[in-house]
C-alpha cells in the first residue's frame, strides 16, 4: 500500500464546517525506516501525537456533516501545526525525550520532510475547503494532565483562539454553561502561533475558527471519543449560528 501523509474523509458533505486533526497519528513514514530511535513507550506518549483526538474529530465532523482532513504523520516527523520557519517544527527534544533521529538533522532533511509531509497535508486542507470563504475551520487536539514536572491540569476542555473570537466566544459561553465542564479559554495553551494551521487557513482568510483540546484521559477508549465528538457538534453548530454575518 502506497503511504500517503494525509486523509480525507467525507470530502462529499456539504455542512458549514471543515474539521482537521494536525496531530492525529503517531505513524513514522516508511522513508524514514518507520522509526525516529525512540521507544515504542515514547511513541504511545503525547510527544508523539494527540492521543484520542482523531476519533474525536471522526465523531464531530459525522456530527456536523463536515469533511475532516487529517495527517498522517508524527509530530516528532515535522509538526503540522506549526509555520515553516517556526523554530519547533522539528523537535530535537520533547517532554524529556531526546529524538534520536532528529539531533542530526539539518536544512536539507528539514526541507525534506516539509515536502514529503507537511505541504502536501496543508495543500489537501486547501483543496478540500475549495477557496470557500464561508467555511468554519475547526481544529481537534487533546493534551496530557501533566507535563513532567509541572503542575495537573484542572481543565476537561480547552477552547483556544487568536484575534478572531467569532466562534470561540459563544462556543465557550455554552460549554461554560455545562455544570460538569471546566473551561479553559487559551488553556492549557496560548491560542495563537504566527503560521500554525489556523492561522494559515483561516485567519489570513477571515474565516471563523476555533481549536479544541480534549484532556486525553478523557478520551482513551474509541467509546469515550465519539462520545465527545457528538456532544460537542451541537455547541459548536449553535456557537457559528450566534455568529454575525
Not at 482537521?20 to 505513524?27: E, G, I, L, M, S
Not at 501525537?49 to 495527517?71: F, I, K
Not at 484532556?215 to 465527545?228: G, S
Amino acid at each position: 500500500m502506497t503511504y500517503t501523509p494525509y486523509h480525507v474523509e467525507g470530502a462529499g458533505r456539504k455542512g458549514r464546517f471543515l474539521v482537521t486533526c494536525d496531530h492525529a497519528t503517531n505513524t513514522v513514514p516508511p522513508d524514514l525506516g518507520g522509526s525516529l530511535g525512540l521507544p515504542e513507550a515514547d511513541m504511545a506518549r503525547h510527544i508523539a501525537y494527540d492521543v484520542g483526538a482523531l476519533g474525536v474529530a471522526r465523531a464531530l465532523a459525522e456530527g456536523l456533516d463536515a469533511p475532516l482532513v487529517w495527517a498522517d504523520f508524527s509530530r516528532l516527523v515535522i509538526d503540522p501545526n506549526r509555520g515553516e520557519d517556526d523554530p519547533t517544527l522539528l523537535m530535537r527534544l520533547y517532554d524529556g525525550s531526546v529524538i534520536p533521529r532528529n539531533r542530526d538533522a539539518g536544512h536539507a532533511e528539514r526541507e525534506r520532510r516539509l515536502e514529503a509531509y507537511h505541504r502536501p497535508y496543508h495543500a489537501a486542507i486547501e483543496r478540500t475547503i475549495g477557496g470557500r470563504e464561508d467555511v468554519a475551520i475547526v481544529s481537534v487536539h487533546s493534551f496530557t494532565r501533566q507535563l513532567r514536572g509541572r503542575p495537573t491540569r484542572p481543565w476537561h476542555i480547552g477552547i483556544l483562539h487568536a484575534w478572531d473570537r467569532r466562534l470561540s466566544d459563544p462556543l465557550i459561553a455554552r460549554l461554560d454553561a455545562e455544570p460538569d465542564l471546566t473551561v479553559g479559554r487559551n488553556h492549557p495553551y496560548p491560542g495563537h502561533l504566527p503560521g500554525d494551521a489556523i492561522d494559515r487557513h483561516a485567519l489570513r482568510h477571515g474565516r471563523n475558527n476555533t481549536l479544541i483540546e480534549v484532556r486525553n484521559d478523557l478520551i482513551e477508549t474509541e467509546q469515550a471519543q465519539a462520545h465527545w465528538g457528538q456532544r460537542l457538534a451541537p455547541p459548536i453548530a449553535a456557537a457559528l449560528d450566534e455568529v454575525p454575518d
